[in-house]
């Protein structure tokens, strides 16, 4: 392995002078800026990946427990196609496939990127929502609706009140996996950090490359789920689970 | 709107691209999880063995692996082992990786099993006269192992489905398999998504039968 030579942050990539400032000089792009880039590049597909997969994965969580048979159903298939289909090639579809056959959907390649990550993960989301929901005894259902209110009312001002707040510890390591997965978006040539690792260490030493990409994802799984928890502490039940 | 068409896909098409893949595939799989079984399982008895220096070592291994992108894993390793075994090539790096990054996730699952086994079995086996190895491996690992089967065979369909991730060294897989064909004929589109099908119905056919057992263990129980 060749010397580790930190100086290399600051040299631009394409022509390798150094350049006056290691981030944001003008007219060059060093290699710290592009690893700058790449972090904010995957920090993006990750947050808005799982704001997605929330909003899908509540509402097809909840679809599943609902007394229609159709519309449970419908989430059960949902979730089994999107479970069961490894990430990369449910990317692969997204990007390659789908804004072939539909025009309609043919999207910039982030949004593509932040679909399929988002979908894929609002499978588990819905299985953690489900099961939040069913953990809450029957009663509460039977309680809601005898009380005259409708269906719906009794899920959102019954149900979906404890369901949520149990629900969250799981979420909150789903957060941390989405980061992690956010790295297959390398594959459809998204300038993530993953991207970042790979074009960059062709041109030098891979572990001075690596090292520090490696612990970038590291911490930001790790202030994600950070955050997760100051949110699960602050809308914990007293008296249920691990809340003290 | 392109047209889809799936007849270039014959019998001979599959077999020459696609069953290199899937073999490929499926060995990576088994022999991840077998490996990933037994090291996985030392790991958690490192973790629960109460000695500081058996425990420490191991939970960094287990929290640092957990805490990085398979992606980034696997590229790690692919450069890494030349240094150290020598250039392996790309499907000898996978096995390696997918043995020593699964093994962190069956460690988990293995420390919550030997967890779920009552005190009081540990503690009959020491008054029998049993020593830590024999109570271990006699009273111990085989309930833990029978309690989270279901857990441990999840986690398994789990990896066949981040196997496709050798796309990142260009191992020959399943998913390579069926890239390549779809380059060949000039059908990428088609190639992608037979290929989803292909792991929706492998996938999903285990995880039924999978459901299937955890109901027939509950019985038992």
């Known amino acids: 392995m060749a010397s580790w030579d930190w100086q290399l942050y600051c040299t631009d990539m394409v022509t390798e002078e150094v350049a006056p400032k290691c ?48 519309l449970a159903m419908f989430g059960e298939a949902w979730t089994e196609l999107f479970r069961n289909i490894p990430l990369i090639v449910q990317l692969f579809i997204w990007y390659h496939v789908i804004p072939r056959l539909f025009p309609v959907l043919d999207l910039p390649p982030s949004v593509l990127v932040v679909i399929a990550i988002g979908l894929f ?22 309680a809601g609706l005898a009380m005259g209110l409708t269906l719906p009312q009794t899920y959102r001002h019954v149900l979906l009140p404890m369901a949520f707040r149990i629900v969250i510890p799981p979420l909150t390591s789903e957060s941390m996996n989405i980061v992690k997965n956010s790295a297959v978006a390398f594959a459809v040539s998204i300038p993530d950090l993953a991207q970042f690792a790979l074009q960059a260490s062709e041109q030098s030493s891979f572990v001075q490359i690596f090292l520090p990409v490696t612990l970038l994802y590291f911490v930001s799984a790790y202030a994600i789920n950070r955050v ?5 502490w602050y809308v914990r039940v007293p008296g249920i689970l691990g809340a003290k | 709107m392109t047209d889809l068409d799936f007849s270039f896909l014959t019998w001979d098409v599959l077999s020459s691209f696609v069953a290199k893949g899937l073999w490929f595939s499926i060995q990576l799989t088994l022999s991840a999880m077998i490996g990933g079984i037994v090291l996985g399982t030392l790991l958690a008895l490192m973790r629960l063995s109460g ?3 058996l425990e420490r070592p191991a939970a960094i291994y287990v929290d640092t692996l957990r805490s990085i992108p398979l992606v980034m894993v696997i590229l790690w390793f692919f450069l890494l082992i030349p240094y150290i075994a020598g250039p392996l090539g790309a499907e000898k790096t996978a096995l390696i990786t997918f043995t020593l990054f699964e093994a962190t996730y069956y460690s988990e699952i293995m420390r919550a099993g030997i967890q779920s086994v009552p005190k009081g079995q540990v503690f009959a086996g020491y008054a029998m006269g049993m020593t830590y190895k024999q109570t271990m491996g006699l009273v111990v690992l085989p309930q833990a192992f029978r309690n989270m089967l279901p857990v441990l065979l999840t986690q398994t369909i789990v990896l066949f489905q981040d196997t496709s991730l050798v796309y990142a060294i260009g191992a020959y897989d399943l998913l390579k398999g069926f890239e390549v064909a779809g380059k060949n004929f000039n059908r990428p589109m088609e190639t992608y998504l037979v ?24 019985i038992i129980r």
């Open chain 1, 23 to 70: 981030f944001g000089a003008p007219g060059y792009e060093t290699y710290l800026d592009a690893m700058i880039h790449g972090w904010g590049w995957t920090m993006f597909v990750s947050v808005i990946g799982l704001l997605v997969a929330l909003v899908a994965g509540s509402l097809i969580g909840i679809l599943r427990t609902v007394p229609n048979r159709k």
């Open chain 1, 228 to 232: 997760a928890k100051v949110i699960e």
């Open chain 2, 51 to 53: 000695k500081w220096w």
């Open chain 2, 195 to 218: 290929a989803a099908v292909v792991y929706f119905v492998i996938c999903f056919s285990l995880s039924m039968l999978v459901r299937r057992l955890q109901k027939k263990i509950a």
């Open chain 1, 121 to 142: 993960t609002s499978a588990r989301i819905s299985e953690q929502v489900k099961a939040g929901i069913l953990t809450l005894p029957k009663g509460q259902r039977y």
